[in-house]
C-alpha cells in the first residue's frame, strides 16, 4: 500500500515538472536556473523524453512496475507531443512573404563569431550575397569588423564600423556593428563601461542612433550566457534590453542567449516594443546554436527584433556555415518599413 501511494506521488510529482517545464512562463519560472535551460532546448528535450518513453516502457515488462512505469511513459509522451506542438506552431522555416518592391526594405545579418572564428572574407561574402544593410557580430573585434567592411567595400557595398569592447582581455569582450551609409550617418550611444544603464552587464551591446534623428535606432546585441554565476546579470541583461526597444523604431539583432520563452513577461510585444523576426516568418522553431546539434534539436538563441513600424518578410537560420568554426549559426531577415 505504502509502495503505490508512493508510486502516485512521484507520477503527480513528475507530471508537475512536465506541466513546469512545458510552459514556465505560467508560473513565472522561465528564467530560472535550471528550468531556463531544458526550455532553450525544446528539440533535444523532446528526444529525450521519447528516449526515457521508451525506457520506461521496457520496465513496464515488469509486472510489479507496471502501473508506475506506464504512468510515467503516458506522462513523458505528453511533454513530448506539447513540445512538438509548440515548436511546429513556431515554424521550421516558413515561406518569405512577397516583397513590396515600392517600399523601404533593410536586411539585417547576426552572426556570433566565437572570437573571430570565421574567417572576415566569410562573413563579408555572406554580407554581400545577402544584400545586408545592418550586420551585428557579438564576440568580434574593431580590426575584424573593419577587415570585413573594407572587402564589403570591395564588393560594391561600404559599411561604417561601430564597435564596443569592454576590455581587450577576451574577443567575447567586443561587440562589432556594420551599417550601410544609406541608411545615413550613425553614432554610438551605449556606455563603453558594463551594467546598467549604459550597457548589457558582462558582454557589450553596441546602440546606435541616426545622427540626424531619421531612421530606425540600432542595436547589435550580446547578452551573457545564463550559466550558474551569471544568472542575476543574465537576466539584468534582457530587463536592459526590452528597455532598448520601448522606442517606436528599433532594430535589434545579436546573440540575446535567450529564446522567446525567457522574454516573456518584458513588454507588450515579444521584448519590450519589439517583435521577433523568426516567430512573424514561421521559423522560431529552428536552433541557432550549437552548431554541432542539428537546427531542429538546437536553441534558437540569435536573433533580429523590431518595432510595429517593420514587417518581416523574411527570416532564415543558415546552417550551411555550420563548419566555419563558430559554435552559432547566422541569421538573416528582411525588413519593410509598414505601410
Not at 553596441?206 to 535606432?217: L, Q, R, S
Request: aromatic share 6%; proline share 6%; with cysteine.
Amino acid at each position: 500500500m505504502l509502495a503505490r501511494l508512493l508510486s502516485a506521488l512521484v507520477v503527480l510529482v513528475v507530471a508537475a515538472l512536465a506541466v513546469v517545464f512545458t510552459w514556465p512562463q505560467a508560473f513565472g519560472l522561465q528564467n530560472e536556473w535550471v528550468i531556463s535551460h531544458v526550455v532553450a532546448l525544446r528539440g533535444a528535450a523532446v528526444v529525450c523524453a521519447l528516449i526515457a518513453a521508451v525506457v520506461f516502457g521496457l520496465l513496464s515488462f515488469a509486472k510489479p512496475l507496471r502501473g508506475f512505469t506506464i504512468g510515467l511513459v503516458v506522462i513523458l509522451l505528453v511533454y513530448a507531443g506539447a513540445n512538438v506542438a509548440i515548436l511546429s506552431a513556431r515554424g521550421f522555416g516558413g515561406e518569405a512573404a512577397p516583397a513590396d518592391e515600392t517600399s523601404e526594405s533593410i536586411t539585417v545579418l547576426s552572426w556570433n563569431t566565437l572570437g573571430e572564428v570565421p574567417e572576415a572574407s566569410t562573413i563579408a561574402e555572406l554580407a554581400l550575397e545577402r544584400g545586408a544593410d545592418i550586420v551585428s557580430l557579438p564576440e568580434t573585434t574593431e580590426p575584424l569588423g573593419e577587415e570585413v567592411a573594407i572587402a564589403m567595400r570591395e564588393g560594391g557595398r561600404p559599411m561604417w564600423v561601430k564597435t564596443i569592447a569592454f576590455d581587450q582581455i577576451a574577443k567575447a569582450r567586443s561587440t562589432t556593428l556594420l551599417i550601410s551609409p544609406d541608411l545615413g550617418d550613425y553614432e554610438v550611444i551605449s556606455a563603453e563601461g558594463s551594467g546598467p544603464p549604459g550597457n548589457t552587464n558582462t558582454l557589450p551591446t553596441v546602440v546606435a542612433a541616426p545622427v540626424n534623428g531619421e531612421g530606425p535606432t540600432i542595436v547589435a546585441v550580446h547578452a551573457v550566457a545564463p550559466i550558474r554565476w551569471e544568472m542575476r546579470n543574465w537576466r539584468s541583461d534582457l530587463d536592459w534590453l526590452a528597455e532598448q526597444c520601448a522606442g517606436d523604431d528599433v532594430i535589434m539583432a545579436g546573440d540575446f542567449n535567450a529564446t522567446v520563452d525567457h522574454f516573456a513577461g518584458r513588454g507588450a510585444a515579444d521584448l519590450g516594443n519589439c517583435a521577433d523576426a523568426a516567430v512573424a516568418a514561421g521559423s522560431a522553431g529552428l536552433g541557432t546554436w550549437p552548431t554541432d546539434l542539428p537546427a531542429l534539436l538546437g536553441s534558437p538563441i540569435d536573433h533580429v527584433l523590431a518595432t510595429p513600424n517593420w514587417t518581416v518578410t523574411s527570416f532564415d537560420v543558415l546552417d550551411e556555415y555550420d563548419d566555419s568554426g563558430s559554435d552559432h549559426r547566422p541569421v538573416v531577415a528582411t525588413l519593410e518599413r509598414a505601410g
